[in-house]
């Protein structure tokens, strides 16, 4: 069973940084494209950054110069190095992971990244 482990959340001051590690467990074809998704408390699930299997990454505008995704040569284990943490960063992170061999989204549970002012 494919499993996705996120850990590396927590508290932090504005201004600080945070690294995020996702691992892959378990037998899996074919990954598409890891990436990172954010929940802030009433707000819907969005998009931090994607890392497609030999395409470029891509970031949200307010992640921008900010953040980076990566992964390691491996490839069952993607990061997120988030500098100048800002409290509009406050939110659940979770991994993601598209396999086009089984033609679905796998999500981790989520970790909590909560930015201090």
């Known amino acids: 069973q494919v499993q996705l482990v996120e850990s590396g959340g927590g508290l932090v001051q504005a201004g600080g940084s945070l690294r995020l590690s996702c691992t892959v467990s378990?037998?899996?074809?074919?990954?598409?494209?890891m990436g990172w998704y954010r929940q802030a408390p009433g707000k819907q699930r969005e998009l931090v950054a994607t890392?497609?299997?030999?395409?470029?990454?891509n970031y949200a505008d307010s992640v921008k110069g900010r953040f980076t995704i990566s992964r390691d040569n491996a490839k069952t284990t993607v990061y997120l190095q988030m500098n100048s943490l800002r409290p509009e960063d406050t939110a659940v992170y979770y991994c993601?992971?598209?396999?086009?061999?089984?033609?679905?989204?796998?999500w981790g549970k989520g970790t909590l990244v909560t930015v201090s002012s």
């Open positions: 993601h992971l598209y396999s086009t061999y089984y033609a679905r989204d796998y």
């Open positions: 378990g037998r899996i074809f074919s990954i598409n494209s």
């Open positions: 890392l497609p299997s030999g395409g470029s990454t």
